[in-house]
Structures are given as structure tokens and as C-alpha cells.
């Protein structure tokens, strides 16, 4: 699997691109031009090589797809597994995985939002969709152990509930500028606030207006 | 403007298609295949007439996309002159326009979801992106106005809060099935529950786990 964090690439040895930095602009490539409409020229171009040397790093389009899309899937996955999601209340390990699905959202931004964009239209795309619907049900199932815990309201059902705070998060592809005044931390703060605590202050805190 | 809700298509006399429902049908190829994916070929072939025939109705493929957007701008702009976003409370103004939205957004799913997926690559599409910028912006205004007021929490930037708000709002068009068990009322009072009140149950009634 892919361990770069898609920001440095890691030249091992050879001149020019290694696969690593040629993901991260087919990537990008991808996100701006949907990528169905993206041939192994206009990769070649934007990459500024042959299309014979894109072949040496990768056989196909379908392969950039594919690990790109794993980078992402992979990196989410990972999150169930640390120690902070299996263990403890059902509240505190679903706030551990949305502050760190916003770390990996907003570390690996082109990878996640390219996930995001999938359609289903290769057996790549639903591969990876039918990923992604499994960390879903995972954190619907911890949505629904909290609720059974009495940490949270009874009122939603825990699969409007899964919805709604996905939707949430994954919106924060669509403007999160990484390396802005904006911290990731700060980000995954005032959602987690928001989203668990609400909006409103308590009417104890309010200043009369 | 389009008057009619996206459903049920006025007749006026005339055998076949009226305007709204090309429009209808033009929607919904539209968000299947994408706006510059779709031809007039195609729509006519999913509207079952002769292209000469879509041209009885509107003059070319980009004079549909105006009208459709402008069938979603039109619903959303008209909410903030309702008496119930321009009187009273901000917080209590700023609620009414969320659940105004929701009702918009699922009674007219199809055009919101086109005007959603606009990525800016006509004057037509230019133009939908700056009025739904425009409404965003009167939002936000109500956000800031809110906290200032003292009713919303003063440590999230209103921005930051309106981003965040919109995000799960527009998320809907994702999954949202209208006609189905959860209906687009209960939505918008889960939706509400969830942002202005949070998902924890208050401490002094949660059942000790």
C-alpha cells in the first residue's frame, strides 16, 4: 500500500517521477477534469513526460484509480483499528474517529475528494464505493452503541443520524484550504461542538439581548 | 419563472411536452450524465420527440439549465423574504430558513441537486454560482447576527458555522429519497436537533450507562 502522505514525494533513486509523485498529479488531474474525461494524454501533458513513461511507473488509468482511491480507503480504515476506536464508551470512541476522519480528510484532501466524487461506473469505482459503505456501517454501528449507552438523544434514528454527520464532514472537501488560518484541529473542534453540543448556548450562558 | 413544483406538469392545451416537463426530464438527464455530457440528441431521445421538437419549446440545451437553475434560486431566494426569516429573534429567523431550505431542497431534489453539482464552466452556470453565493452570504449574516445576539456560541467562527451548516444541509441531496418512511418534515427537525442542540443527551438525563 501507499504510506506517502501524498504531500512529499519520496524519490527512491530513480530520475524524475517515482509512483508516488505521479499519483499526486494524476490525483489532482482527476479532480479537475472527472476521471472519465481524463485520457493517458492529458495525464502525460500535465505530468510534462511521455505517455510510454507513465506505463513504466503504472500498466493503466484504472491502476492510478485504483491506488489512489486505496490510499484514501486505507488511511480511513486504519482509524477503526487504533487503540482510541475500540475501546472506551461508544461516545468518546465515535468523537475519536470523527476528529480523526477529519485528519485524514483534510491531510490527504485530493485523495478523499476524489473518493468522494466516485459515480460507480467501473468495477474499480464500486469496489472502492462498497469500501466506503463499510466504514460507514461501522460508524453507524458505534452511532447506534451510543445511543445505547444513553450518551445520545434517542429522538434520530442512528441512520439519519450516520447521514447527516457524514454529510457534515465529507462537505469539508468542498472548501477546506489546507495551510489557511483554519487548523485541521481547530476544524475537527468546532464540528465536533457543533455536531455533538449543539449550536445554541445553554440558556444559563446567554447574555440577554 | 417556473411556477410549477417539478411534479406534476401543467398542460396548456397543447398535445406532448409543455416547458416544465422538458424541464423535468432535462433535469434528470442532466444530473445522470452531467450538463456538458448531455446533447440535445440524448435529451431527445429521453424525451422520446425530435430535437426540432425540443427547440418548439427552448431555444437551445443552455436556455434549459438557466430555467432549471433558476426553478432552485428562484425557491431559495424567496425564502429570506418570507416574514419568518425577516422578523424576530436571529437564531429563531436563522432556524426558519434552515427548515424553509429543507423543504425546498426535497420537494425540488432534482433541480437542487443540479444547482449543488455546478462546477462553474459556462456564464450560465457562472452566474447560479454568484446568486447561491449571494444567498449563502444573507445566511451567514443571520449566523453572525445570532451569535451576536448571544443565542449561538461565540467560539466557532461564523463562517466557519455557516460552511459547516450548509454542508450537512446540502448533503441531503445525496441520499434523500422523498415519498419514503422518513419524511422531509422529520428531517428538518432531526437536522435542527442535531446542529442547534447537538447530539449529546444533557447530562441530567442520560441513563447511566
Given at each position: 500500500m501507499v504510506k506517502n502522505n501524498g504531500q512529499e514525494p519520496a524519490r527512491r533513486g530513480r530520475p524524475g517521477y517515482d509512483q508516488q509523485s505521479v499519483l499526486n498529479v494524476a490525483v489532482a488531474v482527476f479532480n479537475k477534469h472527472g476521471y472519465e474525461a481524463t485520457s493517458m494524454g492529458i495525464l502525460a501533458e500535465n505530468l510534462g513526460i511521455s505517455k510510454s513513461a507513465?506505463?513504466?511507473h503504472v500498466p493503466s488509468k484504472g491502476d492510478l484509480l485504483r491506488l489512489a482511491l486505496d490510499e484514501a480507503?486505507?488511511?480511513l480504515e486504519a482509524i477503526l483499528d487504533e487503540p482510541g476506536a475500540s475501546s472506551g464508551r461508544a461516545d468518546d470512541r465515535l468523537e475519536f474517529v470523527v476528529r480523526r476522519t477529519i485528519e485524514v480528510l483534510t491531510s490527504?484532501?485530493?485523495?478523499v475528494t476524489l473518493l468522494l466524487?466516485?459515480?460507480?461506473?467501473?468495477?474499480?469505482?464500486?469496489?472502492?464505493?462498497?469500501r466506503r459503505r463499510q466504514f460507514d456501517h461501522k460508524v453507524a454501528a458505534l452511532v447506534?452503541?451510543?445511543?445505547d449507552e444513553g450518551r445520545l438523544r434517542?429522538?434520530?434514528?442512528?441512520r439519519t443520524t450516520t447521514r447527516l454527520l457524514f454529510g457534515t464532514i465529507n462537505s469539508i472537501v468542498e472548501w477546506y484550504k489546507p495551510g489557511g488560518k483554519l487548523t485541521a484541529e481547530k476544524l475537527a473542534d468546532d464540528l465536533v461542538s457543533m455536531i455533538f453540543d449543539g449550536l445554541h448556548l445553554p440558556a444559563a450562558a446567554r447574555?440577554?439581548?
Amino acid at each position: 500500500m501507499v504510506k506517502n502522505n501524498g504531500q512529499e514525494p519520496a524519490r527512491r533513486g530513480r530520475p524524475g517521477y517515482d509512483q508516488q509523485s505521479v499519483l499526486n498529479v494524476a490525483v489532482a488531474v482527476f479532480n479537475k477534469h472527472g476521471y472519465e474525461a481524463t485520457s493517458m494524454g492529458i495525464l502525460a501533458e500535465n505530468l510534462g513526460i511521455s505517455k510510454s513513461a507513465i506505463y513504466h511507473h503504472v500498466p493503466s488509468k484504472g491502476d492510478l484509480l485504483r491506488l489512489a482511491l486505496d490510499e484514501a480507503l486505507g488511511s480511513l480504515e486504519a482509524i477503526l483499528d487504533e487503540p482510541g476506536a475500540s475501546s472506551g464508551r461508544a461516545d468518546d470512541r465515535l468523537e475519536f474517529v470523527v476528529r480523526r476522519t477529519i485528519e485524514v480528510l483534510t491531510s490527504k484532501l485530493p485523495y478523499v475528494t476524489l473518493l468522494l466524487r466516485l459515480r460507480g461506473n467501473t468495477e474499480i469505482e464500486r469496489t472502492a464505493l462498497e469500501r466506503r459503505r463499510q466504514f460507514d456501517h461501522k460508524v453507524a454501528a458505534l452511532v447506534e452503541a451510543a445511543r445505547d449507552e444513553g450518551r445520545l438523544r434517542g429522538d434520530i434514528d442512528p441512520r439519519t443520524t450516520t447521514r447527516l454527520l457524514f454529510g457534515t464532514i465529507n462537505s469539508i472537501v468542498e472548501w477546506y484550504k489546507p495551510g489557511g488560518k483554519l487548523t485541521a484541529e481547530k476544524l475537527a473542534d468546532d464540528l465536533v461542538s457543533m455536531i455533538f453540543d449543539g449550536l445554541h448556548l445553554p440558556a444559563a450562558a446567554r447574555v440577554i439581548a
